[in-house]
T-cell receptor
Framework: GAVVSQHPSRVICKSGTSVKIECRSLDFQATTMFWYRQFPKQSLMLMATSNEGSKATYEQGVEKDKFLINHASLTLSTLTVTSAHPEDSSFYIC????????????FGPGTRLTVT | AQSVTQPDIHITVSEGASLELRCNYSYGATPYLFWYVQSPGQGLQLLLKYFSGDTLVQGIKGFEAEFKRSQSSFNLRKPSVHWSDAAEYFCAVGPDNTDKLIFGTGTRLQVFP
């Protein structure tokens, strides 16, 4: 099956620094990638949708200057949390879609971000 | 606005017992409905989906779900639970003409031997 990886799986950073999370589709080309945020005991909340080679589309309430998304190739998207603060601590999950329709998305294992 | 509700935060069952996880949605038209399972250290895995047609859909790992329009529900069932089914289960809805998914808050399933 289609595999999506995320790196790192866990990261701790100091407040005010930036951290980059990578999302890779390992065995297929992803025309669209999605970034989600998951709070403890809560749902996955879509942050943004990115298409290869174009700017990401952010959901309402998500600061695009804080959460920079780059989808530079058909197999790689990155999420950079800039000037991180403790409230940015969360579980970030990406998914990748091969663009074949039918809401087909393959999810990465997630990245646990802790900002101290 | 579309929404998904999973009323049960945590369910505990004995191995071999039957299982039903509830999911209710709020959406004007017939939505696209999904069930995903999330195990620690792994990405969400699609169990099954409903787009149209037969309202009883079969999925992987012995799961099935039934779409009931009158109740706005899409409950997940399994006749006999295995210890390996312990995980977090998410119901999701896909609004028409988008590729976005709206997730419920999840139900954590615990299985006792």
């Amino acid at each position: 099956g289609a595999v999506v990886s995320q790196h790192p799986s866990r990261v701790i950073c100091k407040s005010g620094t930036s951290v980059k999370i990578e999302c890779r589709s390992l065995d297929f080309q992803a025309t669209t990638m999605f970034w989600y945020r998951q709070f403890p005991k809560q749902s996955l909340m879509l942050m943004a949708t990115s298409n290869e080679g174009s700017k990401a589309t952010y959901e309402q309430g998500v600061e695009k200057d804080k959460f920079l998304i780059n989808h530079a190739s058909l197999t790689l998207s990155t999420l950079t949390v800039t000037s991180a603060h403790p409230e940015d601590s969360s579980f970030y999950i990406c998914s990748a879609s091969p663009g074949t329709g039918g809401y087909e998305q393959y999810f990465g294992p997630g990245t646990r971000l802790t900002v101290t | 606005a579309q929404s998904v509700t999973q009323p049960d935060i945590h369910i505990t069952v004995s191995e071999g017992a039957s299982l039903e996880l509830r999911c209710n949605y709020s959406y004007g038209a017939t939505p696209y409905l999904f069930w995903y399972v999330q195990s620690p250290g792994q990405g969400l895995q699609l169990l099954l989906k409903y787009f149209s047609g037969d309202t009883l859909v079969q999925g992987i790992k012995g799961f099935e779900a039934e779409f009931k329009r009158s109740q706005s529900s899409f409950n997940l069932r399994k006749p006999s639970v295995h210890w390996s089914d312990a995980a977090e289960y998410f119901c999701a809805v896909g609004p028409d003409n988008t590729d976005k998914l709206i997730f419920g808050t999840g139900t954590r399933l615990q299985v006792f031997p």
